[in-house]
């Protein structure tokens, strides 16, 4: 998808060896400012990561911005198309409650969820992809092979029945108590950490090659240093990249569950569920199904590009266009 | 090459036995006594219900419990379900004969769309016709198939209720009557328009991409630009040199897909009632049945694995760099 | 001297990127005569390789284009010839070797397939047996051991330097008139280098082709080449014959490439590089190029103000220099003698 904002000339200019790298004027920049610099480029990322920024907004304060509680009726006020009056702009369902309100909720569970999934998979992810680049040999292989397993493994269907089995309800473990939706969560990350295991093997796998890692070992410095110190910081623009994708490809994935019913239980709001019961009511009130749908795409969208301009402005080397 | 294929599968046998005894400790521990919710039930017959137990061997340990389960599903076609006592086999090709009509159907038509959508994308980078393919892409991948499924649905009631038309059913693989011989065939097509449609959004919004951004590694490579200077005319450079060579990561990925595609469309399925291996496992789920869980899991999973050989074989079949060992 | 066989004139082709207009060559003019070997030497990015690659039609236009300039062939400017017309001259009378046959070759089709292809899309109605059996008598000229097996093979089957035999075998397979060489030795090892030199040097004899060989190895250059043009920063800086080249060179860029070389016959204290980097293509210093560079510049207004143009020298027969103090040069003539080389 990174191709979308290369400029052709740029990619045809490199291949053709026109410009020199040397010949430009080298500023004292950091790589960070020239990754900053070129993901400000990249106008749909920028425009995006405002749009999230502010949807996350909404979601963390939502019982301060929601004109009205999460299941409070209404019973005056019933399958009302969406209206300025009350602020019920996405309508209200059969009992009155605003779907506004609900969507601003949902909005919170959704994207919290989501954020679990992403923060805990590249952890796993990352830790067994760095083992198995950095030790190689029949721990690379036992590792690879147990993630091509999970990888063969009919996705949906695993988190259905191990949301059916185990995700339905809040659970205590050593007097924590675990909420149900982060439960959820909890099961997608377990299947949601193979590909930045793969990415991480790789770049692993490459820089154990490299001579500032060989200095490292000969100056003494632990195994567990030159993973965690030396190699890993050299890794974190293709793992940010991915988390953020993995950030979308959750939240569809838990909108899927939550509606077949598995997913995020009630009285926990969820975009998903919030479809599903819109659904219920029948297709003549359309609005209680549209709306939460849409910000579901508004959300996924905006992370998608997002994701697109920060491989642009961190992850050069997944352009697939030459340059 | 035969040598490979059979020493894959012998690596699949094992994996899928040893996924098949922690899938059974899995399902059978973690839904406890799949009977327990009825007894609960008023006017129930309980020594129904123990009888049930006793020919299911429900208070055996789980070890036991899966001698019994692998003896039927070896001998007696994945047994039978917990309730009803029915056997799962026939009700399991039933829906699965429905989930290949749905898949083999909508992918094929995705995969001529996005290959075709992909390469002119390549062949005319930054186009209009390549930014709006782009945006639409971005669009699919960013929708949820259920949700989409439910905008067409809500689209067809919507025309309906202001022009009196049904344009499309929005349910079940057939209607009530649907007759017999090429009425019946029709009836099915006209079910099959939106759920297919919907298939093919999702699967088109990834393989494009694919395609698109396979085919300009390819065309910006420097064996296309040799077949260029050797004075073939560009359909040849194109058509042949590229195409076949951007050909080959979506083989794989297609096989892959339709492997996991085969265990039924469970979203899309599940929105337009079909009769299909995907809503077969959420009633399976839905009652807590282990039984037809399990014979679901084993065929699906077992789909997976011949069609991830399959992505294998075509992959070495197009590239001579593969070689098996 | 004879009438040359491809003749360009104030070549000129930019490329519009994000950063700005690369010049990749300005004014670029000169001969190809008959039976020649024409050096074209220069940096990585001097711009040596364009002016061949647009005048195939070979560039990607966008977001290449072509901004005057004329490249006669046989009475035919092939910058103004339809698309149909320079697909029958590519791979027919003009052929190229790329440089680097482990990507330049098709990894799914094979060595045979490909070569014989190029002999069919030229010969319509050449059977497919005769395309075989003339392939087969290619890859014998260009010396790749037991064709009959390997004919059937697939690139990666084969070994760098017998890749380029096959990529020389499918250039020549038409008789060309003229052989361009991209950097045919860069890719590959020094022993194998030589002999592909070989390769080339039969290829010659073979189709009496003239060759433009574009390299930035000046021992490839005095292996092979006849006369030699100098490119820095997308123009022609010098042209002469290879002997005036390596002994008396008039331009300073020129100068500055033969003192960075290791000489076998001259008691050298040190090797002496070019001080500074070429300038970037999208934004070249005012007046003459190299001026940042030039050791002889320093101080000269002209050269901050005024591009030289390319002139002969008085009395130096056919060789010319774009620099404002070409005489001047001559008092430091560098010494005679050969150059070792990737081609010894």
């Not at chain 1, 601003?104 to 999934?117: D, P, Q, Y």
């Not at chain 1, 675990?178 to 299947?191: E, M, N």
Request: proline share 5%.
């Amino acid at each position: 998808m990174s191709e979308t904002r290369q400029g052709a000339a740029g990619a045809t200019a490199h291949e053709l060896e026109l410009s020199y790298e040397s010949g430009v004027e080298v500023e004292a920049r950091s790589q960070w400012a020239y990754a900053r610099m070129r993901f400000m480029r990249h106008r749909l990322a920028v425009v995006s990561l405002v749009v999230l920024i502010l949807i996350g907004l909404v979601g963390a304060f939502a019982p301060w911005i929601a004109p009205y509680g999460f299941d409070e009726l209404d019973l005056d006020n019933t399958t009302a198309p969406p209206t300025l009056e009350g602020w019920h702009l996405f309508g209200t369902d059969q009992l009155g409650r605003d779907y506004l309100s609900r969507v601003i909720f949902g909005i919170r569970t959704s994207l919290w969820v989501a954020l679990v999934v992403a923060l805990l998979s590249t952890a796993i992810g990352t830790t067994i992809g760095a083992v198995a680049g950095y030790f190689g040999g029949q721990v690379d292989n036992l590792l690879m092979r147990f993630t091509d397993l999970i990888l063969t493994l009919p996705g949906l269907a695993v988190l259905l029945t191990a949301a059916v089995y185990f995700g339905q309800d809040d659970s205590v473990v050593f007097g924590v108590t675990i909420p149900q939706p982060l439960k959820i969560g909890l099961i997608l990350a377990f299947l949601f950490w193979t590909s930045v295991a793969r990415i991480v093997r790789g770049l692993f796998l490459s820089l154990r090659e490299k001579e500032f890692v060989e200095a490292a070992k000969a100056a003494g410095a632990t195994d567990t240093r030159i993973m965690f110190r030396h190699m890993l910081p050299n890794c974190v623009g293709p793992i940010i990249v991915n988390a953020t994708l993995v950030v979308a490809t959750a939240i569809l994935v838990e909108a899927a569950l939550s509606f077949i019913g598995f997913g995020i239980q009630p009285p926990n709001a969820a975009l998903g569920k919030l479809i599903s019961d819109g659904q219920g009511e029948g297709f003549n009130l359309w609005w209680l199904v549209t709306f939460p749908g849409l910000v579901i795409v508004i959300i996924a969208l905006a992370i998608n590009f997002v994701g697109d301009g920060l491989r642009d402005a961190l992850d050069p080397t997944q352009r697939r266009v030459r340059g | 090459m035969l040598q490979y294929v059979v020493r894959r599968l012998l690596y699949s046998s094992v994996v899928l036995i040893a996924a098949s005894f922690l899938v059974f400790v899995f399902v059978a521990k973690g839904a406890g006594d799949p009977l327990a919710p009825y007894y609960l039930a008023p006017n129930i017959d309980k020594e129904g219900l123990e009888r049930i137990a006793e020919a299911k061997h429900l208070n055996e340990n789980v070890f036991v419990r899966y001698a019994y389960w692998v003896r039927d599903a070896v001998t007696n076609q994945f047994g039978t379900t917990l309730l009803t006592n029915e056997p799962i086999l026939p009700d399991l090709w039933r829906v699965m004969k429905n989930t290949l009509q749905l898949v083999v159907v909508a992918e094929l038509l995705a995969i001529l769309f996005a290959v075709a959508i992909g390469v002119y994308s390549a062949l005319r980078q930054y186009s209009v016709f390549d930014y709006t393919a782009t945006t639409f892409s971005f669009l699919g991948l960013a929708t949820p198939v259920f949700w989409l499924a439910l905008m067409l649905q809500v689209a067809v009631v919507q025309i309906y209720l202001h022009t009196g038309h049904r344009i499309f059913p929005v349910a079940n693989l057939n209607s009530v009557d649907p007759g017999s011989g090429l009425s019946f065939v029709l009836d099915r097509a006209h079910h099959l328009v939106l759920p297919v449609l919907v298939l093919m959004v999702a699967s088109i919004a990834s393989y494009s991409r694919y395609m698109r951004a396979s085919m300009l590694e390819v065309i910006n490579s420097d064996y296309v630009r040799t077949a260029r200077a050797k004075g073939l005319p560009e359909s040849k450079v194109t058509m042949k040199h590229a195409f076949r060579n951007a050909l080959i990561p979506l083989v794989t990925l297609v096989a892959l897909n339709f492997g996991a595609l085969l265990g039924g469309a469970i979203v899309t399925e599940t929105v337009f009632s079909l009769d299909g291996m995907g809503l077969y496992f959420v009633n399976a789920l839905n009652v807590a049945d282990p039984y037809p869980v399990m014979a679901w899991l084993m065929i699906t999973a077992t789909m997976i694995i011949v069609f991830n050989l399959i992505a294998d074989i075509a992959y070495g079949f197009l590239d001579p760099r593969v070689r098996y060992e | 001297m004879a009438e040359p066989v491809l003749s360009i004139r104030d070549l000129t082709v930019e490329f519009d990127t994000e950063d700005g207009v690369v010049k990749a060559v300005t004014d670029v003019s000169y001969d190809l005569y008959p039976g020649e070997v024409l050096g074209i030497v220069g940096e990585s990015g001097s711009g040596k390789s364009v002016s061949m690659l647009t005048v195939l039609g070979l560039i990607p236009q966008p977001p290449g284009r072509v901004v005057r300039g004329e490249a006669i062939f046989e009475g035919e400017d092939l910058l103004k010839a339809p698309a149909g017309r320079l697909r029958e001259i590519r791979g027919g009378k003009i052929a190229m070797i790329f440089q680097d046959p482990m990507t330049s070759l098709n990894p799914v089709f094979t060595i045979g397939d490909q070569i014989a292809e190029a002999l069919l899309v030229h010969n319509p109605g050449m059977e497919e047996e005769e395309a075989r059996r003339r392939t087969l008598e290619l890859l014998e000229l260009v010396g790749v051991p037991f064709a009959e097996r390997r004919v059937d093979q697939y690139p990666h089957e084969f070994s760098g330097g017998m890749r380029q035999r096959a990529m020389i075998a499918m250039a020549i397979a038409n008789q060309p008139k003229v052989l361009i060489a991209d950097e045919p030795t860069t890719a590959l090892d020094v022993t194998i280098q030589a002999q592909i030199v070989e390769v080339i040097k039969a290829a010659q004899r073979e189709t009496n082709a003239a060759i433009v060989l574009i390299t930035h190895d000046l021992g490839l250059i005095a292996e092979l080449a006849d006369r030699v043009v100098v490119m820095y920063a997308g123009r022609v800086v010098e042209l002469a014959d290879v002997f005036t080249i390596f002994n008396s060179p008039r331009h300073p860029y020129t100068i500055g490439l033969m003192s960075s070389l290791a000489r076998l016959d001259a008691d050298q204290e040190r090797l002496e590089p070019i001080p500074g980097q070429p300038p970037s293509l999208i934004s070249l210093p005012p007046g003459c190029a190299f001026h940042p560079r030039c050791i002889h510049s320093q101080g000269r207004e002209i050269c901050r103000t005024e591009v030289p143009v390319l002139r002969s020298l008085p009395g130096e027969g056919d060789h010319v220099s774009a620099c404002h103090f070409a005489e001047e040069l001559v008092a430091r003539d560098v010494r005679v003698g050969a150059t070792s080389g990737g081609g010894a």
